[in-house]
């Protein structure tokens, strides 16, 4: 039996998030395309934000398992 593809074992896996991130004090910007707080400084740029999740740690469901 072989052991996992080198990329795989050294891939970090981000946990799967508890709860959905919560924007309060920030709305969306049609002018800019992002999501911002009072002062116009984007969302992205708060330290304090979940980190991001990557869609290949992405639980399986039926429809994205494709046979696998």
Not at 29 to 56: A, C, F, H, I, M
């Amino acid at each position: 039996m072989y052991d996992k593809h080198l990329l795989i074992k050294k891939a970090f896996v981000y946990t799967k998030p508890k709860e959905k991130p919560q924007l309060r004090g920030y709305y969306f910007l049609n002018s800019l395309g992002y999501w911002v707080d009072k002062d116009e400084v984007p969302y992205v740029l708060d330290t304090r934000r979940p980190k991001p999740q990557t869609k290949k740690a992405d639980v399986e469901t039926g429809e994205d398992q494709k046979g696998e």
